[in-house]
């Protein structure tokens, strides 16, 4: 077991490098919503139809690249007032949030205040060719697995996480709005 | 002991490691890392979707006939038939937009395709790790079973639980990227739980079916519970679990 670690430690250090070299590329992994987008999000009816020109022309503009953009995320959550639980099928749109590669909406679909289902409801990465090549989810579940492997006596991790925090932050938005936390 | 390289192949990072009780020598390790590396580069090649010239994409446009592409598509759609039967529909490769795209099962399919090569180098164990699709083969020491995490879907920095590994293991979230998150029946991408794990001898298989039963949820569940050798485990949206009987699990860490 101790005759391990190092050569645990040697595979979790590798991993890393390849994390930070995906890293440099594009700006950084920060997340903060888009003002104008998720203001009209929020208005109460925002059923079918997102402007598809709204997340493209948001999205040039680098409103998620600075390390405060994460602050943003308050606002559109906190202005919903409705927290009263609701029975029957019911639905809401989260607001429309940065992420990584673009932008993107979560819709969740509850009945009662249990969750049926959860969908992307707009997603544009602007055509980002980096976005196509690069695996989402690897370079937080790489994270997680450098720590874990660390932590427990195991011997890898799988899983897919809510590692976009842009996804979470429209989620938060959605269940908020369907009064379920 | 153990050796573990690490490859930046398929958009993501895929590792590789050797266990064995004794020495592990990198001198003669290495060509069997080097070729398990050659091999998940030649899927990347031939079954990107995101590679134009791929034979994948070739097909998906009908520029290339199937009897004209590297035997490896037909062997994988035929597993893709397989899994689109035994998961009702859930899993199908062939309900995707813009032809067939067996992106679903490609990833376990590769991590049990290099998993093979390093088997060949007769250590006591050899694991794939691709990008949470894993691969094992025997153990990591003498009575010494494979141990591997579930993430928590709700906290990227944590375990939801863990399980003894003998086989694959892949695990589906709400938030993957890629087309094969998609409902085939209804063409929307969405998910019916929050992290959808399936264990079993076939690596392509395991990452169908928890691709399916992300989408899927109770209906795939119950097909899981009937078909031999495969387990699954879910985490709901509020937290809960789901798991057939004879999943492996270790033990639950809480959400």
Same mark, same amino acid.
């Given at each position: 077991?101790?005759?391990?670690?190092?050569?645990?430690?040697?595979?979790?250090?590798?991993?890393? /490098? &390849?994390?930070?070299?995906?890293?440099?590329?594009?700006?950084?992994?920060?997340? &903060?919503?888009?003002?104008?987008?998720?203001?009209?999000?929020?208005?109460?009816?925002?059923?079918?139809?997102?402007?598809?020109?709204?997340?493209?022309?948001?999205?040039?503009?680098?409103? &998620?690249?600075?390390?405060?953009?994460?602050?943003?995320? #308050?606002?559109?959550?906190?202005? !919903?007032? %409705?927290?009263?639980?609701?029975?029957?099928?019911?639905?809401?749109? &989260?607001?429309?949030?940065?992420?990584?590669?673009?932008?993107?909406? !979560?819709?969740?679909? /509850?009945?009662?205040? $249990?969750?049926?289902?959860?969908?992307? $409801?707009?997603?544009?990465?602007?055509?980002?060719?980096?976005?196509?090549?690069?695996? %989402?989810?690897?370079?937080?579940?790489?994270?997680? %697995?450098?720590? #874990?492997?660390?932590?427990?006596?195991?011997?890898? !991790?799988?899983?897919?996480?809510?590692?976009?925090?842009?996804?979470?932050?429209?989620?938060?938005?959605?269940?908020? $709005?369907?009064?379920? $936390? | 002991?153990?050796?573990?390289?690490?490859?930046?192949?398929?958009?993501?990072?895929?590792?590789?490691?050797?266990?064995?009780?004794?020495?592990?020598?990198?001198?003669?390790?290495?060509?069997?890392?080097?070729?398990?590396?050659?091999?998940?580069?030649?899927?990347?090649?031939?079954?990107?979707?995101?590679?134009?010239?791929?034979?994948?994409?070739?097909?998906?446009?009908?520029?290339?006939? =199937?009897?004209? *592409?590297?035997?490896?598509?037909?062997?994988?759609?035929?597993?893709?038939?397989?899994?689109?039967?035994?998961?009702?529909?859930?899993?199908?490769?062939?309900?995707?937009?813009? @032809?067939?795209?067996?992106?679903?099962?490609?990833?376990?399919? *590769?991590?049990?395709? +290099? =998993?093979?090569?390093? +088997?060949?180098? @007769?250590?006591?164990?050899?694991?794939?790790?691709?990008?949470?699709?894993? *691969?094992?083969?025997?153990?990591?020491?003498?009575?010494?079973?494979?141990?591997?995490?579930?993430?928590?879907?709700?906290?990227?920095?944590?375990? +939801?639980?863990?399980?003894?590994?003998?086989?694959?293991?892949?695990?589906?979230?709400?938030?993957?990227?890629?087309?094969?998150?998609?409902?085939?029946?209804?063409?929307?991408?969405?998910?019916?739980?929050?992290? *959808?794990?399936?264990? @079993?001898?076939?690596?392509?298989?395991?990452?169908?079916? +928890?691709?399916?039963?992300?989408?899927?949820?109770?209906?795939?569940?119950?097909?899981?519970?009937?078909?031999?050798?495969?387990?699954?485990?879910?985490?709901?949206?509020?937290?809960?679990?789901?798991?057939?009987?004879?999943?492996?699990?270790?033990?639950?860490?809480?959400?």
């Amino acid at each position: 077991m101790i005759k391990r670690t190092p050569f645990v430690l040697a595979g979790t250090i590798a991993g890393l /490098a &390849g994390l930070l070299s995906f890293r440099s590329t594009p700006a950084s992994m920060t997340l &903060g919503t888009v003002a104008a987008a998720s203001a009209a999000s929020n208005t109460a009816s925002n059923t079918a139809s997102t402007p598809a020109s709204a997340p493209a022309s948001s999205g040039s503009t680098p409103a &998620g690249s600075g390390p405060s953009a994460n602050t943003g995320a #308050a606002s559109p959550t906190t202005t !919903v007032a %409705q927290t009263t639980p609701v029975t029957g099928v019911h639905s809401a749109t &989260g607001p429309l949030v940065n992420y990584y590669f673009g932008i993107l909406s !979560v819709k969740v679909t /509850a009945s009662g205040t $249990k969750v049926e289902k959860v969908t992307i $409801k707009t997603i544009n990465d602007g055509g980002n060719p980096l976005s196509q090549s690069i695996d %989402q989810m690897s370079i937080p579940q790489l994270e997680s %697995q450098a720590m #874990a492997v660390q932590n427990a006596n195991i011997q890898g !991790v799988s899983g897919a996480s809510y590692t976009s925090a842009g996804f979470k932050m429209s989620l938060q938005g959605a269940l908020t $709005k369907l009064g379920i $936390k | 002991m153990s050796l573990t390289v690490s490859v930046d192949v398929m958009g993501t990072v895929v590792t590789l490691s050797l266990f064995h009780d004794g020495d592990l020598d990198m001198d003669r390790a290495r060509p069997y890392f080097d070729e398990a590396e050659h091999v998940l580069r030649e899927v990347d090649r031939v079954f990107s979707t995101y590679r134009p010239e791929s034979p994948v994409s070739r097909l998906r446009r009908g520029e290339m006939a =199937l009897g004209e *592409a590297p035997p490896e598509v037909a062997e994988v759609l035929d597993l893709c038939r397989e899994a689109r039967e035994k998961s009702g529909g859930w899993f199908d490769p062939w309900a995707m937009p813009g @032809g067939v795209d067996p992106t679903g099962l490609v990833k376990g399919w *590769a991590a049990g395709r +290099a =998993l093979n090569v390093l +088997a060949a180098a @007769g250590t006591d164990g050899a694991l794939v790790n691709a990008a949470g699709d894993l *691969a094992s083969y025997g153990v990591v020491a003498p009575s010494q079973a494979f141990r591997v995490g579930i993430a928590d879907p709700f906290s990227p920095d944590t375990l +939801a639980a863990v399980v003894e590994l003998d086989g694959a293991l892949a695990t589906s979230g709400t938030y993957e990227r890629g087309s094969h998150l998609l409902n085939p029946h209804t063409q929307v991408r969405e998910s019916a739980v929050a992290s *959808a794990s399936v264990t @079993g001898p076939d690596p392509g298989l395991a990452d169908a079916f +928890a691709t399916a039963l992300c989408v899927g949820g109770e209906a795939v569940l119950e097909r899981l519970e009937r078909l031999a050798r495969y387990e699954a485990y879910v985490i709901n949206f509020d937290g809960s679990r789901q798991m057939t009987p004879g999943f492996a699990l270790v033990e639950v860490t809480a959400s």
